[in-house]
Nanobody, 122 residues
């Protein structure tokens, strides 16, 4: 069974940091682009960051650029999201996802994790 499992969420004060992990099991995702998305209270799910299959290309939403860093370790079949300078508006459930494609331009995602809660207090 193919699974993506997020971890690392929690409660943090504004200005703090968290690192989310997304561990894949069931098959390797080393040939797939992957991404992070989030859904805040009462909001639609939104794109946060994406990384191509090798880690050589990344993309970020305007709201997190310069504060968040996406990375991956294909040997561990794991993707990460380092979140610094967190703001209350970053509060959301964060989801990782895998694309059927290698590259992040105009890609889609067809495998999703269950999500991990991130709460940033002011």
């Amino acid at each position: 069974q193919v699974q993506l499992v997020e971890s690392g969420g929690g409660l943090v004060q504004a200005g703090g940091s968290l690192r989310l992990s997304c561990a894949a099991s069931g098959r390797t995702f080393s040939g797939n682009a992957m991404g992070w998305f989030r859904q805040g209270p009462g909001k639609e799910r939104e794109f946060v960051a994406a990384i191509n299959w090798s880690g050589s290309s990344t993309d970020y939403s305007h709201s997190v650029k310069g504060r968040f860093t996406i990375s991956r370790d294909n040997a561990k079949n794991t993707m990460y999201l380092q979140m610094n300078s967190l703001k209350p508006e970053d509060t959301a459930v964060y989801y990782c996802a895998a694309s059927p494609r290698r590259y992040i331009t105009n890609t889609d995602y067809n495998t999703w994790g269950q999500g991990t809660q991130v709460t940033v207090s002011s």
